[in-house]
């Protein structure tokens, strides 16, 4: 079972933390909820300790005792707990507007995550996280109840009027246009004076793909330095200004970065596409428009359901709160 990355989750956004989470997801009892800590209570709906603990302990599954100090220094556990909160309101909501989701649905939802383990991987992570599988059947019910009510009850509202689509295209051309492109080839060597009797051997004429191959230090090395098509924004300066300002097959100069030292060439060069005419263009225009307006839909609705909700916390837990 693939490892999950703490890159990922720490520059995730919160739209895509509340994607991956849901409060009820994870079955207690009224006994267990009765005995265990609390945190806060939605509209008079206790939230536990031990509903936390277990979500944080999913979505850290798998990673290194660091790595997850670092999740919980870095603020994930609160953002994990808006996440739950919202869920559940949108859950309930969901129930609320007569939307349902059968149990044939939740289990075929479910089988995402169970198949993608073996039986003993599927029972050190049932075990690790403290629930059983049909624990992970009712987080997926809850998961599709609320795909279901955004999709038929928020997303369906929203109108594309073809002014609103011509003003998104004139004020969105990175929707439909492809930025300046440039191909390069690099050569990176430890030191100076290595970098120096290379650059001695490519203004002799020797071909820059044959020295990058024999000298070079980065995988690309046996690609004769070949990194492909840039777009501008992609290299940490000055590689960046130094890839797009360089004329094609021109060498650069050393260049000293944090790896080593670099010698450059440009091998290719594609300029922005011209703007199009928006009939050639407005499907696509359509697809960015509708992407754009269910993002900000979603956390509209999302919004409306924190400020109509009742919320008590636990004093012992003053620093986990919701943001309305």
């Given at each position: 079972?693939?490892?999950?990355?703490?890159?990922l989750i720490?520059?995730?956004?919160?739209p895509?933390?509340?994607?991956?989470?849901?409060?009820?997801?994870?079955?207690?009892?009224?006994?267990?909820?009765?005995?265990?800590?609390?945190?806060?209570k939605?509209n008079?709906?206790?939230?536990t300790?031990?509903?936390?603990?277990?979500e944080?302990?999913?979505?850290?599954?798998?990673?290194d005792?660091?790595?997850?100090?670092?999740?919980?220094?870095?603020?994930?556990?609160?953002?994990?707990l808006?996440?739950?909160?919202e869920?559940?309101?949108?859950?309930?909501?969901?129930l609320?507007?007569?939307i349902?989701?059968?149990?044939?649905?939740?289990?075929?939802?479910?089988?995402?995550?169970?198949d993608?383990m073996d039986a003993?991987?599927?029972s050190?992570?049932?075990?690790?996280?403290?629930?059983?599988?049909?624990?992970i059947?009712?987080?997926?019910?809850n998961?599709?109840?609320?795909?279901?009510?955004?999709r038929s009850?928020?997303?369906?509202?929203?109108?594309?009027?073809s002014?609103?689509?011509?003003?998104?295209?004139?004020?969105h051309?990175?929707?439909?246009?492809?930025n300046e492109?440039?191909r390069?080839r690099?050569?990176v060597?430890?030191t100076?004076?290595?970098?120096k009797?290379?650059?001695?051997?490519?203004e002799?004429?020797e071909?820059?793909?044959?020295?990058?191959?024999e000298?070079?230090q980065t995988?690309?090395?046996?690609?004769?330095?070949?990194?492909?098509?840039?777009?501008?924004?992609?290299?940490?300066?000055?590689?960046?200004?130094?890839?797009?300002?360089?004329p094609?097959n021109?060498?650069?100069?050393?260049?000293?970065?944090?790896?080593?030292f670099?010698?450059?060439?440009?091998?290719?060069?594609?300029?922005?596409?011209e703007k199009p005419?928006?009939e050639?263009?407005?499907?696509?225009?359509?697809?960015?428009?509708?992407e754009?307006?269910?993002?900000?839909a979603?956390?509209n609705?999302?919004?409306r359901?924190?400020?109509?909700a009742?919320?008590?916390y636990?004093?012992?837990?003053?620093?986990?709160?919701?943001?309305?």
């Amino acid at each position: 079972m693939r490892r999950p990355s703490l890159k990922l989750i720490l520059t995730a956004t919160l739209p895509l933390l509340i994607a991956a989470a849901s409060l009820s997801a994870l079955s207690c009892n009224s006994e267990e909820k009765s005995g265990s800590d609390w945190v806060l209570k939605v509209n008079g709906e206790v939230l536990t300790l031990k509903e936390l603990d277990r979500e944080f302990a999913r979505m850290t599954y798998g990673m290194d005792s660091p790595d997850i100090k670092s999740a919980v220094n870095n603020g994930i556990r609160r953002q994990l707990l808006q996440s739950l909160v919202e869920n559940r309101l949108l859950a309930a909501e969901a129930l609320r507007q007569g939307i349902s989701v059968t149990r044939e649905e939740a289990v075929a939802n479910a089988g995402a995550t169970l198949d993608s383990m073996d039986a003993t991987e599927r029972s050190n992570y049932l075990k690790a996280l403290d629930i059983t599988e049909e624990d992970i059947v009712s987080r997926s019910m809850n998961d599709l109840l609320i795909r279901k009510y955004l999709r038929s009850q928020v997303f369906a509202r929203i109108a594309m009027k073809s002014e609103d689509l011509k003003k998104y295209y004139e004020e969105h051309p990175e929707c439909y246009l492809s930025n300046e492109k440039v191909r390069v080839r690099q050569i990176v060597v430890a030191t100076e004076e290595e970098a120096k009797k290379a650059l001695q051997r490519l203004e002799s004429g020797e071909d820059f793909a044959k020295v990058a191959a024999e000298i070079s230090q980065t995988p690309e090395k046996d690609r004769g330095g070949d990194l492909g098509f840039i777009e501008r924004g992609s290299f940490p300066e000055p590689f960046d200004s130094i890839f797009f300002e360089l004329p094609e097959n021109k060498l650069s100069e050393i260049i000293r970065g944090d790896f080593g030292f670099h010698i450059v060439k440009v091998i290719d060069r594609r300029k922005a596409a011209e703007k199009p005419p928006f009939e050639k263009v407005e499907a696509r225009v359509r697809q960015c428009y509708f992407e754009e307006a269910r993002r900000s839909a979603e956390i509209n609705e999302r919004k409306r359901l924190l400020e109509e909700a009742r919320f008590e916390y636990n004093p012992k837990y003053a620093e986990l709160k919701v943001q309305k």
